[in-house]
């Protein structure tokens, strides 16, 4: 069974109002990916910025790096 036929199946499931809000969430998914399929700019911008902020949060610059020689 394919990821799309699980969906749909699971989709039976559920009364009419909880379809639409799932509905609702796969457009707004859609919405958020650009042509090529890739999260858009401004999310991957977003989860770089996340990033860098958790691990200025928990490392020092006294902390070891051990990606140099």
Known sequence: ???AE??????LALPESLRREALHYL???LQRRDAAGQPA???E???T???AEQ???HYGPDDSVY???
């Open 67 to 69: 990606d140099s020689p």
């Open 45 to 47: 911008a977003a989860w």
């Open 27 to 29: 457009e707004y998914l």
């Open 1 to 3: 069974m394919t990821t």
């Open 49 to 51: 910025r996340l990033s």
């Open 55 to 57: 691990l200025a949060a």
């Open 6 to 11: 699980a969906i749909y199946e699971r989709a």
């Open 41 to 43: 700019a401004d999310d």
